[in-house]
């Protein structure tokens, strides 16, 4: 439950008791211009760890997986002729790849199963030409301009490969296959307009990541190196040089285009950022189950209700294992906002808080500076100011301390430890330290005894 856990309760919560907001509702800043892109999923969020606790979001996270391998399975059944062994060997891998560092408590979660049920779909339709299956396809536009609109356009992306072998069948075959599907895409766009913010939320990925001041705060944003990520990045350099290999070894002059061309693309995608490195291990693992032409026949491969009965009792076997698993703290916070609140019962103090720690505190009922809703606080999103320039240049040294502390007047400040920030506040005399966590600081403006009678 990191950070951004803490601000997708609280976002779920307003829904609940006050209906779809339009203003920011939890920082400090007044009249913000607000577009809550993922209100649907925040508000399951919400009711999960209201009404059930911890145990609803790993019930979540555990119902999402299973959705996941079930829909992997059935892509590589689609692409394999029903080799069962290989489609569970190759599905149950597919989804340990995401399990490294991808199931997590965020939109995407939802956005992953979308996007792998859009690819079973293409696939599909592309074998049968005359299935209905496409029609499905607005459904998962307005699921996901309403769980996840910030990757609403990965819809498009991913079936772009099917497109562009649409467009080739036309050219040869005078194929007008194309034009069902660009019908298709122009009605997934119509209805993705039934949103709480109409256009405004699908144009919201190109006003909220067309910067990149802001990539030195969010870890999912940092490029795909082996020196940082060792475990995710590895996995992903491995598996990409596998399924190369594996390509080569078994395509036998039978690479299909529209797989080259996921895989081409997801893994550019993966090699611009960690966070998309998900992209590739669903655009590109499933599909080998295409290629792989094992020799044998194995005696499982028609003992699918086996398998299914087996799935079922381990996936309650889980989550029984799951609800006696000790418990641990909400945050490393928990005690000094406990002890703030207790000192403090006005929630409308001015409060200060850096990027990491701000939404916990929103989930208290306090209304900090900043939290790690990062283009929240972009002028070309709140319409009023850009709070997030100012606070990397506190952080970067290009704003003096004491200018940016005359400017606010924050009556407590939560600080980490290490923040430049922190040095000046003990520095200085003006700030009284009333809690010390093991990578916090909690101030308060008020001068030291000491140094008043100094003066």
């Not at 959705?67 to 059944?77: A, E, N, S």
């Not at 993966?270 to 499933?286: C, D, E, M, S």
Request: glycine content about 4%.
């Amino acid at each position: 439950m990191g950070p951004d856990f803490w601000f997708l309760i609280s976002h779920g919560r307003y829904v609940i008791n006050h209906g779809i907001p339009h203003t920011d509702f939890l920082s400090m800043h007044s009249n913000l211009h607000f577009v809550m892109q993922q209100w649907l999923s925040a508000t399951i969020f919400y009711l999960l760890y209201h009404y059930l606790g911890r145990f609803g979001i790993m019930f979540l996270c555990l119902t999402m997986t299973s959705l996941y391998l079930f829909v992997i399975y059935k892509i590589c059944m689609l692409l394999s002729d029903k080799k069962f062994l290989l489609s569970t060997i190759l599905s149950v891998f597919t989804v340990l790849l995401l399990e490294l560092n991808f199931i997590i408590v965020r939109p995407q979660l939802f956005t992953y199963l979308f996007l792998l049920i859009t690819l079973y779909i293409m696939e599909y339709f592309y074998k049968n030409k005359n299935s209905k299956i496409i029609y499905f396809m607005p459904l998962i536009s307005l699921l996901q301009i309403n769980f996840h609109s910030a990757l609403f356009f990965m819809i498009y992306i991913f079936m772009l490969p099917y497109l562009f072998c649409y467009f080739l069948d036309f050219i040869k075959n005078k194929d007008k296959t194309i034009f069902k599907v660009l019908l298709i895409m122009i009605i997934m766009f119509l209805v993705a307009l039934i949103n709480p913010y109409k256009l405004e939320a699908i144009t919201y990925i190109f006003k909220s990541y067309g910067r990149s001041d802001f990539k030195d705060f969010i870890v999912e944003l940092f490029p795909t190196t082996l020196s940082k990520f060792t475990v995710i990045s590895y996995s992903f350099y491995f598996v990409f040089f596998s399924v190369i290999l594996i390509y080569i070894y078994y395509k036998k002059g039978e690479l299909k285009l529209r797989h080259l061309l996921l895989f081409l693309g997801t893994s550019i995608l993966g090699f611009l950022n960690v966070r998309n490195i998900a992209f590739f291990f669903i655009g590109a693992v499933p599909f080998i189950s295409s290629y792989i032409k094992y020799p044998f026949k194995s005696k499982y491969e028609d003992n699918f209700k086996e398998a299914y009965v087996f799935y079922i009792i381990l996936f309650v076997a889980l989550t029984v294992a799951f609800c006696f698993t000790p418990k641990n703290n909400t945050s490393n916070l928990k005690d000094g906002i406990d002890y703030l609140l207790k000192v403090n019962k006005d929630k409308n103090v001015k409060i200060y808080a850096g990027f990491n720690y701000g939404s916990y505190l929103e989930y208290r009922g306090l209304h900090p500076y900043i939290d790690s809703r990062a283009e929240v606080y972009f002028s070309s999103i709140n319409k009023k100011f850009d709070y997030f320039s100012e606070y990397k240049q506190l952080c970067d040294g290009y704003i003096e301390p004491k200018d940016f502390l005359d400017k606010y007047k924050f009556k407590y400040l939560v600080v980490n430890k290490g923040e430049r920030l922190t040095k000046y506040l003990i520095q200085s005399g003006q700030y009284t330290s009333i809690y010390e966590g093991d990578e916090y600081i909690i101030f308060e403006d008020k001068p030291l005894v000491m140094n008043i009678f100094k003066n």
